[in-house]
């Protein structure tokens, strides 16, 4: 659908040539989809990652139609919707409200306006589909438990050293260099001698509580968003487990760096206990809560040379728009192409940052002014409904066609 400005690009045709192999650091979201879709260019690609398997942690996920769109173009349209669910609406309680503000269409109307459905899925059956998709890949490599990598860039091209947890060392001189090693990246802040992530003052608490805990509090074909002073929280189901997703999201200053934790309670505003479905959620999973601090990463420049960042290693962003997972698979969508089709790296890199940096500041101020109307406290909220009310359950599918209809560009190779 919307399309933006330069959704045509020359590039060119470079006529080559022998196996180039592109190593990733991560394989999280942002890098398996980068090593498919690489692979599926003919690619050879090796993917460190620093943990001894996938990872799996975290709860749920939506996946927005332009995110969508380019994972079945990858092939994984079937897997995706035999473990996910479309919503068919997303029911907006205010503060206290029992029955829905409004209804905001989902379901069938994001397929029909966007070409995709507006899917919810488990965290690690998007990360099982993505690792069994690469492993049918001859070209893609894996390698697990990597402690630390060091690379230098010079005429010749990029020499890159791995070290093992098991203390081996491997050398190697790879075409380039992919960090997708997400929010605390160390090809960010190593190799690019970019910023760390900083603490975002919100915490996200999260919990899968059995279906049958909630049904009287939700409908369970929909996503439910409830607002709230100084805090909200969202709930959807993943029907195929018969559970529901919840994370809330509070506001707390910490002066350490704090790292995620189990805890028994969530800590909300005392307000959160005068809401009977808060309270109703907060009892249905009492001892099974995460706290999860959120991070923020911001840096203007996502590549030095061959080396570059896709993902939340080159812009965590607060979840409230939904898109950090998306904005990585877009990431993929643009950059995958022109690491394929362009024989020179860096320019490629150069390229993928000036197409997608811009719309990644849009998203990442929209979910941050999402977090303020969420949060808003009495009397501003009040003509906040009011606005929501008025705009009517389908005007969302207009007012957010930039985000849901974005098309990557489709390259147009011109003579060298
Ligand atoms: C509460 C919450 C809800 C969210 N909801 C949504 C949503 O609904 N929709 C959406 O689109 N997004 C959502 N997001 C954002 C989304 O989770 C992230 O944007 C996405 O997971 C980023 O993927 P990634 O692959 O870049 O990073 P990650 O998923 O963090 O993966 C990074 C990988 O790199 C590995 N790694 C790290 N360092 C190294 C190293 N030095 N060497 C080797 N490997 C390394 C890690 O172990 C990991 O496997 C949400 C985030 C949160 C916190």
């Known amino acids: 659908m919307t399309a933006g400005p330069d959704a045509s690009i020359n590039i060119p045709n470079p006529g080559f040539e022998k196996t180039r192999t592109i190593y990733i650091a991560g394989a999280g979201i942002a890098g398996m989809t980068m090593a498919l879709s690489l692979a ?28 969508r769109k380019i994972l079945n173009e990858l092939g ?16 907006i309680y205010p503060f206290r409200r029992p029955t829905p503000l409004i209804s905001l269409k989902m379901g069938d109307a994001m397929e029909s306006v966007f070409g995709a459905p ?13 690792f069994s998709a690469c492993q049918r890949h001859a070209n893609i490599e894996f390698q697990f438990s990597v402690r630390s990598f060091d690379m230098q860039a010079h005429q010749k091209g990029l020499s890159l050293t791995v070290e093992n947890r098991d203390g081996s060392v491997h050398n190697t001189r790879p075409y380039a260099f992919v960090g997708a090693d997400g ?38 074909n929909n996503t439910s968003l409830m607002w709230g002073p100084g805090f909200h929280t969202i709930a959807y189901p993943h029907p195929k487990r018969h559970v529901v997703n919840i994370a809330m999201f509070t506001k707390e200053k910490l002066t350490k760096k704090p790292s995620p934790q189990t805890v028994l309670t969530p800590d909300v505003p005392k307000a959160g206990f005068a809401c009977t479905r808060t309270k109703a959620i907060i ?39 939904a898109q950090g997972a998306a904005m990585a698979i877009e990431d993929v969508g643009v950059l995958a192409p022109l690491l394929a089709k362009t024989n020179d790296a860096t320019k490629a890199f150069a390229t993928y940052q000036s197409i997608r940096q811009s719309r990644v500041k849009r998203i990442v101020k929209t979910s941050a002014s999402n977090g303020r109307i969420y949060h808003m406290e009495w009397p501003f909220s009040i003509f906040r409904d009011i606005v929501v009310s008025v705009q009517g359950p389908t005007a969302h599918l207009q007012r957010l066609a930039w985000i849901y209809g974005y098309e990557t560009p489709k390259l147009q190779q011109t003579s060298p």
């Open 40 to 67: 599926m260019f003919g690619i050879r690609v090796v993917v460190l990652e620093q943990t001894p398997q996938i990872q799996t942690e975290g709860a749920g996920l939506q996946i927005s139609p332009n995110a």
């Open 76 to 91: 994984l349209n079937e897997a995706l919707e035999g473990l996910g669910f479309a919503t068919r609406e997303i029911d």
């Open 118 to 130: 507006y899917m919810v899925i488990h965290r690690s059956d998007l990360s099982n589909i993505l």
């Open 183 to 220: 929010v605390h990246s160390m090809t960010r802040t190593k190799i690019l001698a970019g910023p760390d992530a900083q603490y975002s003052n919100y915490i996200a608490w999260r919990a899968l509580i059995p279906s049958s805990m909630l049904k009287d509090h939700f409908n369970l």
């Open 283 to 321: 009892n249905a999973a009492e001892g099974g809560w995460k706290k999860w601090p959120l991070y923020a990463a911001q840096t203007s420049q996502w590549y030095k040379g061959p080396v570059g960042l896709i993902g939340d290693a080159a812009h965590a962003m607060l979840p409230y728009q």
